[in-house]
């Protein structure tokens, strides 16, 4: 889209279904390569890609082109038949429906950028619920309890 300029950054975290702790550290850098390549591949900006075991944090630079919801669909889709082709579970893999957006500014690209990468100590401290709790309520987003990820603690 010649003479479109935009500055969109956003956050998206979606969980393994049934919250199952099932990315490994052995091949979850592998995996955020993988979805670091899709949203390259859709002519977005990965800017950091991380995780625990049972749900990833994707940073990116997005560009208007695109709707979060078709990007998020294809990161999970693609994704998903990359760890089953791969054979790194044992049985199907797949993600949790839906996802969390939360959008930020320029000048907050490094503060998120180390939240993200810091994902292993930060939930040594506190829960996935926690954690999405608060990120919902911090951006006052509206929200359904019976919606949310399934948790398990």
Not at 2 to 10: A, D, E, H, L, R
Not at 105 to 114: E, N
């Amino acid at each position: 889209m010649p003479g479109t300029y935009s500055q969109v950054y956003v956050q998206v975290v979606f969980a393994v279904k049934g919250r199952q702790n099932l990315i490994a550290k052995e091949w979850r850098d592998e995996l955020y390569k993988y979805i670091a390549g899709i949203i390259s591949g859709k002519g977005q900006k990965p800017i950091i890609v991380n995780g625990v075991a049972d749900h990833v944090h994707i940073f990116i630079g997005l560009r208007p082109a695109t709707a979060i919801s078709d990007l998020v669909r294809d990161i999970k889709n693609n994704s998903s038949n990359f760890i089953n082709n791969s054979k790194f579970v044992q049985g199907h893999f797949s993600w949790q429906e839906g996802f969390g957006a939360f959008s930020y500014s320029h000048s907050q690209i490094d503060l998120v950028y180390k939240y993200i990468l810091n994902q292993e100590q930060h939930h040594q401290k506190k829960t996935f619920r926690e954690e999405y709790l608060d990120m919902l309520n911090k951006y006052g987003i509206e929200y359904q309890e019976k919606y949310l990820f399934e948790w398990i603690e």
